[in-house]
C-alpha cells in the first residue's frame, strides 16, 4: 500500500508529468497549474467512480481503538455514484439493527491535498458511523460512546483508482483507515446482493458452530476461531491463542461470482506480510489465497469435529426427524415396532420426532449409544437407559463403527427380548464419510455416508 500511496502522491503533485512519452506531451501538461491538474485528476475519478453502472460495495472500517468492539469490525455499504452529484447508499448489517437502511445524499471528488471523495450531505448510512452520539447497540456502561459514536469517516482520499479496474482504495481522511470499494455487476438489486452476504455468513460461520478453521498462509500454519463476530482470533496452530493471536476483522464480498474474503489488513509477522483476501473455490470449499493459491484457509474436517467434539458434556444425537437411508429407517422402525407389541409398551422418551432421540457419547475408549425408553407399569409412567457400545476409530477421513454390545442389564434384557434391537444396532456398523449437511463449514448437522453402499447412511446433530 505504501507504494501506491508513493505512486499517487508523484502523480497528483506531478499531474502525471512524468508518465508523458514525448516531449510535447510534457508541455501540454505543463500548461496546466497545479490546481487545473488535481481538477482534471478529480473530474477523471468522479467518471470513474459513475462508470459503474452497477455500482460499488464498500468494505467500511469506522474505528481502529479495539477490534474486539463494534467500532472495530466491519460494514458493508452499498454505493451507486450518479452523474448528477447523487449518491444512493444502502445497508444491512449491525449497525443498521439488520434492517434495510437507504438513501440519497450528494457526493463530489474535491481538491483537498490531492483528490478525496466527499458524502458532502448527510447520509443515513455513512451518519450512523460520524454521528458522535452514544451507540445503542452497547448496553456495558463502560462502554459510553456519547461525544464519539462509531468515530468514522464521510470524506476518503482516493487512493488508487485504476481506470476501469474492478476496485478503487480509499483512505479515510480522519483515521486513516484504507476502505476497498469493490465493482458490483450492472442491474445488481442491493438489498438482494446483502441477503446473499449475510445468509453466506450464516450458513458459514454460526455462532453455534464450535469449530476452527485452519489457515496456512506463507508456509505458516495458524488456528482461527470466533469467525462469527466479525473479529475473529488468529494464532499459530502450535501456540497459545491468547498470549500469540491477534484479532483480524474481516469482511465476505462478492464479485466474479465468487465469494472473497479479505482481512482488514495485511498482517506482517517473521518479516513477511500474510496474505490479506482469499477466494472461495466451489469445488473442495477452502478459500485460497489471492495472491498466493498455496496460502489456504479451510474448516475443520468433518470427521474430525464428528471424534473430536465428544467429550464428557458434549454428545451426537440422531433423533426421529432427521433423515435415515431406508434400510436404516426400516430397522428403526422394525424395532420400535416390536418393542411397541407386548403387554408392556416401549417407546422412544421424548416428545415430537425432533425430542425422540438415539444419543452418542464418548465414555473412556468407546463410543457409547444411549436410547432412553419410556413405558407404563403399575399404572405408573417411567423410562429406562439402554447402554450399548461401539468401537470407533478415525483414519483418511473416514470412521469406523464395530458393534460390541450391550453396557448395562436393561439394555442386555431388551437385546434377548427383542431381536429387532440388535438388528438394528448392527446395521450401524461400518465406515463411513463425514460431511456437513449444509456446507462443509457448519457442522452442527452431519451426514453420515457408507463407503461401501452410498444408499447407506443416516443423519446425526450436535447437542451440548
Not at 466491519?74 to 454505493?79: E, F
Not at 450399548?388 to 453396557?407: F, H, N, V, W
Amino acid at each position: 500500500m505504501n507504494n501506491k500511496i508513493l505512486s499517487y502522491m508523484m502523480a497528483t503533485a506531478l499531474a502525471l508529468g512524468f508518465a508523458a512519452c514525448s516531449p510535447s506531451e510534457e508541455d501540454d501538461i505543463f500548461d496546466h497549474s497545479a490546481a487545473e491538474r488535481l481538477n482534471m485528476i478529480s473530474g477523471e475519478y468522479s467518471a470513474r467512480l459513475t462508470d459503474s453502472k452497477g455500482g460499488w460495495v464498500m468494505e467500511y472500517y469506522p474505528y481502529t481503538d479495539n477490534e474486539n468492539l463494534i467500532t472495530g469490525v466491519g460494514y458493508l455499504i452499498m454505493n451507486r455514484f450518479n452523474s448528477d452529484g447523487s449518491v444512493y447508499t444502502m445497508m444491512k448489517n449491525k449497525a443498521s439493527h439488520n434492517e434495510k437502511w437507504e438513501d440519497t445524499s450528494s457526493w463530489e471528488v474535491i481538491t483537498d491535498m490531492g483528490p478525496v471523495l466527499s458524502y458532502n450531505t448527510w447520509n443515513k448510512c455513512l451518519g450512523r458511523f460520524t454521528d458522535p452520539i452514544d451507540i445503542d447497540l452497547t448496553t456495558d456502561r463502560s462502554e459510553d460512546e456519547a461525544g464519539k459514536g462509531f468515530q468514522g469517516d464521510y470524506e476518503f482520499v482516493m487512493v488508487d483508482v485504476p481506470e476501469n479496474g474492478d476496485h478503487i482504495m480509499l483512505k479515510g481522511k480522519k483515521r486513516g483507515l484504507y476502505q476497498r470499494l469493490t465493482r458490483v455487476p450492472e442491474g445488481t438489486d442491493f438489498e438482494t446482493y446483502l441477503n446473499d452476504l449475510n445468509s453466506f455468513n450464516e450458513s458459514h460461520f454460526n455462532k453455534t458452530d464450535l469449530w476452527e478453521l485452519d489457515m496456512v498462509n506463507n508456509g505458516v500454519k495458524y488456528k482461527i476461531n470466533r469467525m462469527y463476530d466479525g473479529s475473529p482470533r488468529v494464532y499459530p496452530a502450535d501456540k497459545d491463542s491468547v498470549a500469540y493471536g491477534w484479532l483480524s476483522p474481516y469482511l465476505i464480498t462478492k464479485y466474479d461470482g465468487k465469494y472473497h474474503l479479505r482481512f482488514k489488513e495485511a498482517i506482517e509477522k517473521n518479516g513477511e506480510k500474510m496474505e490479506q483476501e482469499f477466494v472461495l473455490n466451489d469445488a473442495d470449499e477452502k478459500f485460497y489465497g489471492v495472491e498466493n493459491p498455496e496460502n489456504v484457509i479451510s474448516c475443520t474436517p468433518a470427521h474430525t469435529f464428528f471424534t473430536d467434539a465428544l467429550n464428557d458434556t458434549h454428545r451426537w444425537q440422531m433423533t426421529m426427524a432427521l433423515d435415515k437411508s431406508d434400510d436404516i429407517k426400516a430397522a428403526l422402525d422394525a424395532m420400535l415396532s416390536e418393542m411397541a407389541s407386548g403387554s408392556v409398551k416401549y417407546g422412544l422418551n421424548g416428545n415430537g420426532d425432533k425430542n425422540k432421540t438415539l444419543t452418542f457419547r464418548k465414555s473412556e475408549d468407546e463410543l457409547q449409544f444411549s436410547i432412553t425408553v419410556k413405558f407404563r407399569r403399575n399404572n405408573k409412567n417411567a423410562t429406562s437407559e439402554l447402554i450399548y457400545a461401539y468401537k470407533m476409530e478415525k483414519s483418511d477421513g473416514q470412521i469406523t463403527l464395530t458393534y460390541l454390545g450391550a453396557r448395562n442389564p436393561a439394555a442386555e434384557s431388551f437385546l434377548s427380548t427383542f431381536a429387532s434391537v440388535g438388528t438394528f444396532l448392527e446395521s450401524l456398523n461400518g465406515t463411513y464419510t463425514a460431511a456437513g449437511i449444509q456446507n462443509s463449514y457448519s457442522l452442527r448437522e452431519l451426514k453420515l455416508t457408507s463407503t461401501n453402499d452410498t444408499n447407506h447412511w443416516f443423519d446425526i446433530q450436535y447437542a451440548n
